[in-house]
């Protein structure tokens, strides 16, 4: 069975396609199994954008929750 931070990987892979339509992307950090908390860069546009806040949460968060239901939040560094 694949790790809780090989899951995020392959969700974030998903996601990245949307990202990168705006000229964004998303690394990951680091991934706490115990408080199911997610560690996040934004990058490109994304890392500037006013709007990230609303991309992270609205976005990144709400996807990776809705396929991971042990993730409780999503932050970026």
Do not use: F, W
């Not at 995020?8 to 908390?37: Q, Y």
């Not at 997610?38 to 991309?55: D, H, Y």
């Not at 609205?58 to 396929?67: D, F, N, Q």
């Amino acid at each position: 069975m694949p790790t809780l931070q090989e899951r995020v990987s392959t969700a974030l892979g998903k996601i990245r396609p949307m990202l990168a339509a705006d000229g964004g992307g998303i690394e990951l950090v680091s991934v706490d199994d115990k408080a199911g908390d997610v560690k996040v860069k934004l990058t490109g546009s994304c890392g500037c954008c006013p709007m990230s806040q609303m991309t992270l949460k609205m976005g990144v968060e709400k996807a990776l929750k809705k396929e991971i239901p042990e993730i409780k939040t999503v932050t970026a560094v």
